[in-house]
């Protein structure tokens, strides 16, 4: 079956590093997302990775492991703004979205 | 970036009748839109893929006749919730892909569904 695994919840500091990992098992693989959501609006798209490595993009980076079936958003700098959910995403052959259940990201000061 | 928009953003309606939701997108053409429903503290759940001048694709287990979906233009696909129920209440998105390989989706604002 097709399966996204992320933590639930996680909390940090303001100004530190945070790593959310995912794992996923998709049929066929066409790409693995990142998403931001903030409580009551729609996903903001982050990320993208199809190949393995890191892309960076800021304060976030991406990384994809295809043979592990992994990837991890990595957040620097953190900021208060940057509490939210952040939601994995594989795409499979036919090009749908299998989601994760998204992790919570709590900042503190 | 592709901008896509719903409306309405949020909808109270009463037990039993039928809410119409549009998707456009504003500045690109999308031949296929996707439609979600989010519970509270819970992922996206895709209801169905919106093909356009074609049916749509239901996920098991969605009811295609309690959930209309017509896509009838390149910028258009609406979702209409009939005869609505206090268990349809949810937060509906839809998105776009925004390029040919599916590998950027871009999504509506959302719409909150409250039914009484």
């Known amino acids: 079956g097709q399966n996204i695994d992320q933590p639930t919840e996680m909390t940090a500091t303001e100004g530190a590093i945070v790593q959310i990992n995912c794992t996923y098992q998709?049929?066929?693989?066409?790409?693995l997302f990142w998403y931001q959501q903030h409580a009551g609006e729609a996903p903001t798209f982050l990320s993208y990775n199809v190949l393995d490595g890191l892309e960076e993009k800021g304060r976030f980076s991406s990384f994809l492991s295809r043979s592990k079936g992994y990837s991890y958003l990595l957040l620097k700098e953190l900021q208060m703004q940057d509490s939210a959910s952040y939601l994995c995403?594989?795409?499979?052959?036919?090009?749908?979205?299998?989601w994760g259940a998204g992790t919570k990201l709590i900042i503190k000061p | 970036g592709a901008v896509v928009s719903q409306h309405p953003s949020r909808v109270i309606c009463k037990s039993g009748t039928s809410v119409k939701i549009e998707c456009r997108s504003l500045d690109f053409q999308a031949t296929t839109m996707f439609w979600y429903r989010q519970f509270p503290k819970q992922s996206l759940m895709l209801m169905a893929t919106?093909?356009?001048?074609?049916?749509?694709?239901?996920e098991q287990g969605v009811e295609k006749d309690k959930f209309l979906i017509n896509h009838a233009s390149l910028t258009l696909s609406t979702l209409t919730v009939t005869s609505a129920h206090p268990e349809d209440s949810s937060f509906y998105i839809c998105?776009?892909?925004?390029?040919?390989?599916?590998?950027?989706?871009?999504f509506g604002p959302g719409t909150r569904l409250t039914v009484l």
């Open positions: 998105s776009a892909p925004g390029t040919p390989d599916y590998n950027e989706q871009f």
């Open positions: 995403a594989g795409m499979d052959s036919n090009y749908q979205l299998i």
């Open positions: 998709t049929s066929g693989f066409n790409g």
């Open positions: 919106s093909n356009e001048g074609s049916k749509a694709t239901y």
